[in-house]
């Protein structure tokens, strides 16, 4: 029995010692990236472990699983993490739990953990961010984005393949399809990072051709991530920091940390490289972009004093090369996750986040930049371009039309692959509103149909103006309009428009003046007339005064503005002088008027006649021989536009 019970102890003593051993490995393995490795043996230490699992060993698992992509595997052992402490986990972990159902697609749990999580931050920044950002998501599709997408199939690899870069016709990229000499990355057993530049087809969208880029700055271990100053004589980019000797400087707790390099290049070779001053190897720099003035640099750091994992800042860059202390972008694009690959297009800022609400994984977002770097809420841009999975390291050429970015997405080709895309202009439309009223009493007129046609005189929209004579409609931007308003029995006003770039914006003031039919005419003896005032001929004179054309244009106005109208002329005078001379002045002067009206466009065929009548038509008692004073004689001196059909 003594015997048993002493091997018992031993036998346990030895598991125990072995499990150590197998905990001790995996430490190891992790620290150095190990990461296939460091899961192996936390699993083995696990299996041989007679005690609940230590948090810490949890934790690793998962982010081991997540750094090469396991998602259901990492899933497995965050959910194990979310079990053991419950309300108490960490933010950072909380996120990675429910980033890694996002990843899994599991949306309907990951939903309600979001929730939570924003809930216990008691922030209502929070809130109105995830709102937003929540409805943006929901509202594109496949079907109505604004971006097609294309697998990169003639240069991506089985390996990883990533962080394109304009550079004139061509475009420079990171990839671990080869090895300068030879060694592998313990993270992911593939070859170190290397940079290659490939012909760009502007066309298509396609690269080309890879071939080394700048082989002098080709090292052991990994180099990626660049951008370029416009006129492509300085170049930024990430590398491992390294001893002299060309061997990786560690931090005490034996992390190997990246920096930035800049570069200054002359005639498509490097000439020069200086490590910037606020590198060190206590942390990482990387993911560089300079703004196309050369101004302002934007990288990736994991420094003290962030918001989460990692997160963007900037730094000015003065005329002579120097720079001032990075700013953190703050907590509108920073949280408590990983902000990464920043890339700056005029005041818009794109870059990768898991810390926002997306799709899963990192997704690419937009935030545009108000002034001083004050951003607007950041933007997801939704599917296809992010996935379910890692989507990162988005470039957009100076036209807005295509660009590059990468993803781990299942359905790509290798690990990392990059993707082309075309961007469609996004829809924007402008609202023009204003008021139709009566020319005679001012007052709003209601009903009032207002057509707009564009430039091909194609109708392009309508509206009609509520009780208080208002409209409004809404019109693509950038471009010319002919606003028509019209109305049955009323006259009809247009307006030339043209809408500018500002989506949703408002053109207030486009008034029209409206005038009724029945404000143009009078009626005598059962005889619709258009209204004039008398028309005033020189002495003996068929000829068109001044006076008289102020007249005839309201008769061409209302035959313009009421196209079914026809009339007849009839003209007559005083009974001064002899009746056959008044009859063959009538008659001239009915003809003059016909020829005026003519003259401005109007139809002859809408004229049915053209009469005079002399004197034989008096509207008053002033015949030949009553004696009349000059104004009983002016009333019967007249023009009368008798309407015959409208």
């Not at 005038?515 to 005598?524: A, G, H, V």
């Not at 009974?575 to 003259?599: C, H, M, P, V």
């Given at each position: 029995?003594?015997?048993?019970?002493?091997?018992?102890?031993?036998?346990?003593?030895?598991?125990?010692?072995?499990?150590?051993?197998?905990?001790?490995?995996?430490?190891?393995?992790?620290?150095?990236?190990?990461?296939?490795?460091?899961?192996?043996?936390?699993?083995?230490?696990?299996?041989?472990?007679?005690?609940?699992?230590?948090?810490?060993?949890?934790q690793k698992l998962g982010d081991a699983n997540l750094y090469l992509?396991?998602?259901?595997?990492?899933?497995?052992?965050?959910?194990?993490?979310?079990?053991?402490?419950?309300?108490?986990?960490?933010?950072?972990?909380?996120?990675?739990?429910?980033?890694?159902?996002?990843?899994?697609?599991?949306?309907?749990?990951?939903?309600?953990?979001?929730?939570?999580?924003?809930?216990?931050?008691?922030?209502?920044?929070?809130?109105?961010?995830?709102?937003?950002?929540?409805?943006?998501?929901?509202?594109?599709?496949?079907?109505?984005?604004?971006?097609?997408?294309?697998?990169?199939?003639?240069?991506?690899?089985?390996?990883?393949?990533?962080?394109?870069?304009?550079?004139?016709?061509?475009?420079?990229?990171?990839?671990?399809?080869?090895?300068?000499?030879?060694?592998?990355?313990?993270?992911?057993?593939?070859?170190?990072?290397?940079?290659?530049?490939?012909?760009?087809?502007?066309?298509?969208?396609?690269?080309?051709?890879?071939?080394?880029?700048?082989?002098?700055?080709?090292?052991?271990?990994?180099?990626?991530?660049?951008?370029?100053?416009?006129?492509?004589?300085?170049?930024?980019?990430?590398?491992?920091?390294?001893h002299k000797k060309n061997k990786l400087l560690k931090t005490k707790?034996?992390?190997?940390?990246?920096?930035?390099?800049?570069?200054?290049?002359?005639?498509g070779k490097l000439i020069k490289t200086e490590s910037l001053p606020?590198?060190?190897?206590?942390?990482?720099?990387?993911?560089?972009?300079?703004?196309?003035?050369?101004?302002?640099?934007?990288?990736?750091?994991?420094?003290?004093?962030?918001?989460?994992?990692?997160?963007?800042?900037?730094?000015?860059?003065?005329?002579?090369?120097?720079?001032?202390?990075?700013?953190?972008?703050?907590?509108?694009?920073?949280?408590?996750?990983?902000?990464?690959?920043?890339?700056?297009?005029?005041?818009?800022?794109?870059?990768?986040?898991?810390?926002?609400?997306?799709?899963?994984?990192?997704?690419?977002?937009?935030?545009?930049?108000?002034?001083?770097?004050?951003?607007?809420?950041?933007?997801?841009?939704?599917?296809?371009?992010?996935?379910?999975?890692?989507?990162?390291?988005?470039?957009?050429?100076?036209?807005?039309?295509?660009?590059?970015?990468?993803?781990?997405?299942?359905?790509?080709?290798?690990?990392?692959?990059?993707?082309?895309?075309?961007?469609?202009?996004?829809?924007?439309?402008?609202?023009?509103?204003?008021?139709?009223?009566?020319?005679?009493?001012?007052?709003?007129?209601?009903?009032?149909?207002?057509?707009?046609?564009?430039?091909?005189?194609?109708?392009?929209?309508?509206?009609?103006?509520?009780?208080?004579?208002?409209?409004?409609?809404?019109?693509?931007?950038?471009?010319?309009?002919?606003?028509?308003?019209?109305?049955?029995?009323?006259?009809?006003?247009?307006?030339?428009?043209?809408?500018?770039?500002?989506?949703?914006?408002?053109?207030?003031?486009?008034?029209?003046?409206?005038?009724?039919?029945?404000?143009?005419?009078?009626?005598?003896?059962?005889?619709?007339?258009?209204?004039?005032?008398?028309?005033?001929?020189?002495?003996?004179?068929?000829?068109?005064?001044?006076?008289?054309?102020?007249?005839?244009?309201?008769?061409?106005?209302?035959?313009?503005?009421?196209?079914?109208?026809?009339?007849?002329?009839?003209?007559?005078?005083?009974?001064?002088?002899?009746?056959?001379?008044?009859?063959?002045?009538?008659?001239?002067?009915?003809?003059?008027?016909?020829?005026?009206?003519?003259?401005?466009?109007?139809?002859?065929?809408?004229?049915?006649?053209?009469?005079?009548?002399?004197?034989?038509?008096?509207?008053?008692?002033?015949?030949?021989?009553?004696?009349?004073?000059?104004?009983?004689?002016?009333?019967?001196?007249?023009?009368?536009?008798?309407?015959?059909?409208?």
């Amino acid at each position: 029995m003594k015997y048993i019970l002493s091997l018992s102890i031993l036998l346990i003593t030895v598991n125990f010692a072995m499990g150590q051993r197998d905990l001790r490995v995996a430490e190891r393995y992790y620290d150095e990236y190990a990461y296939q490795e460091a899961i192996q043996a936390y699993e083995r230490y696990l299996e041989n472990s007679n005690k609940e699992p230590e948090l810490d060993v949890l934790q690793k698992l998962g982010d081991a699983n997540l750094y090469l992509s396991n998602i259901p595997q990492a899933l497995n052992w965050y959910r194990k993490v979310y079990e053991m402490q419950g309300s108490n986990i960490s933010d950072q972990y909380y996120l990675k739990y429910i980033q890694a159902l996002r990843g899994n697609r599991d949306y309907e749990e990951a939903e309600k953990h979001t929730k939570k999580y924003i809930e216990r931050k008691h922030d209502e920044t929070l809130v109105k961010r995830y709102v937003a950002q929540k409805k943006l998501i929901d509202s594109i599709s496949d079907d109505n984005s604004l971006y097609t997408i294309k697998n990169l199939e003639a240069i991506n690899t089985p390996n990883s393949d990533f962080g394109p870069a304009f550079y004139g016709d061509k475009v420079v990229y990171a990839s671990s399809k080869d090895s300068v000499v030879g060694n592998m990355y313990s993270w992911n057993k593939q070859p170190f990072l290397s940079l290659y530049a490939a012909i760009q087809n502007g066309d298509t969208g396609d690269l080309a051709e890879p071939k080394p880029f700048l082989p002098e700055i080709a090292s052991k271990y990994h180099d990626a991530t660049l951008s370029f100053t416009k006129n492509l004589d300085t170049v930024y980019y990430t590398t491992n920091i390294r001893h002299k000797k060309n061997k990786l400087l560690k931090t005490k707790e034996g992390t190997s940390n990246f920096h930035i390099i800049r570069g200054i290049l002359a005639e498509g070779k490097l000439i020069k490289t200086e490590s910037l001053p606020f590198n060190s190897t206590e942390y990482s720099t990387g993911h560089p972009s300079i703004r196309q003035d050369g101004k302002y640099l934007f990288f990736v750091s994991d420094m003290p004093g962030g918001y989460g994992e990692t997160d963007i800042y900037v730094t000015q860059v003065f005329p002579d090369g120097s720079v001032n202390t990075p700013k953190n972008l703050g907590s509108k694009i920073n949280t408590e996750g990983r902000e990464m690959f920043p890339f700056v297009k005029g005041d818009t800022l794109y870059f990768s986040s898991d810390g926002h609400y997306g799709v899963g994984g990192l997704d690419i977002f937009s935030a545009i930049d108000k002034g001083d770097f004050n951003y607007e809420n950041p933007k997801n841009l939704g599917r296809p371009v992010n996935s379910n999975r890692d989507d990162f390291s988005f470039i957009i050429d100076s036209t807005e039309q295509y660009g590059y970015f990468a993803s781990n997405r299942l359905e790509g080709k290798g690990d990392d692959d990059i993707y082309s895309f075309r961007k469609e202009k996004p829809a924007c439309d402008q609202f023009i509103t204003g008021t139709v009223t009566d020319s005679l009493t001012k007052k709003p007129i209601a009903e009032v149909k207002v057509t707009a046609f564009n430039k091909y005189e194609e109708q392009v929209a309508d509206t009609v103006t509520n009780t208080n004579g208002v409209y409004q409609l809404e019109l693509p931007c950038e471009q010319t309009y002919r606003l028509v308003a019209s109305k049955p029995n009323y006259t009809q006003d247009e307006e030339e428009v043209t809408t500018e770039d500002e989506n949703k914006a408002t053109i207030e003031g486009i008034d029209f003046v409206l005038t009724n039919y029945d404000d143009l005419i009078k009626k005598e003896d059962d005889k619709e007339m258009i209204s004039v005032n008398p028309i005033y001929f020189d002495f003996d004179s068929a000829e068109i005064t001044p006076k008289a054309i102020t007249e005839l244009d309201k008769v061409v106005f209302v035959m313009r503005e009421f196209p079914k109208v026809k009339i007849k002329i009839e003209s007559h005078t005083d009974a001064r002088g002899s009746d056959k001379y008044n009859l063959q002045l009538s008659q001239r002067r009915a003809e003059s008027t016909q020829a005026y009206i003519i003259s401005k466009g109007i139809d002859a065929t809408r004229i049915e006649s053209a009469k005079g009548y002399g004197e034989t038509q008096l509207k008053n008692h002033c015949s030949n021989g009553v004696k009349c004073t000059d104004e009983e004689h002016e009333l019967n001196r007249r023009s009368d536009f008798i309407i015959i059909e409208k």
